[in-house]
C-alpha cells in the first residue's frame, strides 16, 4: 500500500497509520533524524507532492528556506526536538497557505499534525453568507 520507510520497522507496527491515512488533516511522522517516515493521503492532496516527494527525504532539507526565513519555525522544531509538545501558526512552505502545526516527540520519531486555516477571503465569504442567511429570516 504505502512506500514509506516506516514499515520496514517492526517498532512502528502499532501506529494505526491505516487509521491516519484516513484524517482530514495532513499527518506526517518523522523520525529522530528528521527523515520523512509517513505521511497521509491528505498531506499529499493539500500540498500537491506524492509519496516519492518525500519517502525518507529529510525536513531540514525540503523545509530550508522556512527554517532560514522564520526563526519562529524553526524555535517550533527544536522544542520537539528537546521533547516538548508544541504549536505554531506559519505559512506552509510547501502549499504556501496559512496552517497551524501541531508536533510533539513519541517514544521513537515525531508526530506532525497541519490543518490548513482559512484565509481572510474564505472567512469573508462565510461571514457574507451567514449574514444573508439570518438577513432572510
Not at 59 to 71: A, F
Not at 89 to 94: L, N, P, Y
Not at 105 to 118: G, H, Q
Request: aromatic share 14%.
Amino acid at each position: 500500500m504505502h512506500k514509506f520507510p516506516i514499515f520496514n520497522f517492526k517498532r512502528f507496527s502499532e501506529l494505526p497509520l491505516d487509521e491516519l491515512d484516513k484524517k482530514r488533516f495532513a499527518v506526517y511522522i518523522i523520525d529522530f533524524d528528521w527523515n520523512y517516515l509517513f505521511a497521509n493521503k491528505h498531506a499529499f492532496e493539500i500540498h500537491n507532492v506524492t509519496r516519492d516527494d518525500l519517502s525518507g527525504a529529510n525536513l531540514w532539507k525540503i523545509l530550508k528556506e522556512k527554517m532560514e526565513g522564520d526563526p519562529d519555525f524553526r524555535t517550533f522544531l527544536q522544542r520537539i526536538e528537546a521533547g516538548q509538545a508544541a504549536n505554531t501558526t506559519t505559512i506552509s512552505a510547501i502549499s504556501r497557505k496559512r496552517v497551524s502545526v501541531t508536533g510533539y516527540p513519541l517514544e521513537d520519531c515525531y508526530y506532525f499534525a497541519v490543518t490548513i486555516l482559512p484565509d481572510k477571503e474564505s472567512l469573508m465569504n462565510e461571514l457574507r453568507t451567514e449574514l444573508s442567511r439570518n438577513n432572510g429570516e
